[in-house]
């Protein structure tokens, strides 16, 4: 099979199968966030600390090695159109913070009190920083099909 269908078909997989692995996570986090009992608060920081290390961080780096791979050879070209430069800026900064927050998931996820571990994130921490990414990830989406602004000054 040629290059560019087969990496235009594994960019929308990852790309939106990214956006859809977020939702989960938000629903995750609403448990988190809004208690119940202690087990189910506790199995629901395990969930969001697998979801984000096993799914949504591999998906990240996904999306953008398969995202810069369709500016090979196909004329999008990484420099020269400003929605492909757009949606990179968002990828990059989505992909930073998601790796930046990891960590302090994995600490709630194994009981080790936030004042110890240095978490200071309040308990719609986790809601606010998953929705933030939805709407990232959805401009992403909505850039991908629209294509605005036309050309780079280098295009
Ligand atoms: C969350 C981030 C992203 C999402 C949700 C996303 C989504 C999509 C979607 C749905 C398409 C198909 C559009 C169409 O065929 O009309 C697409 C195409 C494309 N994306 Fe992304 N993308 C993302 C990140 C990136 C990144 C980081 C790059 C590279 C810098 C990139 C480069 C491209 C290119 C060049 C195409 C066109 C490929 C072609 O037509 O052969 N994308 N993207």
């Known amino acids: 099979m040629p290059f560019r269908p087969v990496s235009l078909i594994l960019h929308v997989s990852v790309s939106v199968g990214w956006f859809g692995a977020v939702l989960a996570y938000v629903a995750v986090a609403v448990v988190a966030s809004t208690g119940g009992t202690p087990e189910a608060v506790r199995g629901a920081w395990t969930a969001m600390d697998v979801i ?13 090695v ?41 600490v709630q996820a194994r009981g080790i009190p936030p004042a110890t571990a240095g978490h200071h994130g309040g308990p719609w921490s986790e809601i606010l920083h998953a929705t933030g990414g939805l709407a990232v990830l959805g401009a992403a989406t909505a850039i991908s099909f629209m294509k605005p602004w036309g050309k780079t000054g280098t295009g």
């Open 66 to 106: 398969t995202g810069i791979a369709g500016t090979l050879g196909t004329g999008w070209g990484l420099g020269t159109h400003v929605w492909v430069r757009a949606k990179l800026a968002l990828t990059v900064v989505a992909t930073a913070v998601l790796v930046a927050h990891m960590p302090s998931v994995s």
């Open 52 to 64: 984000g290390w096993w799914v949504l961080v591999p998906l990240s780096v996904a999306t953008l």
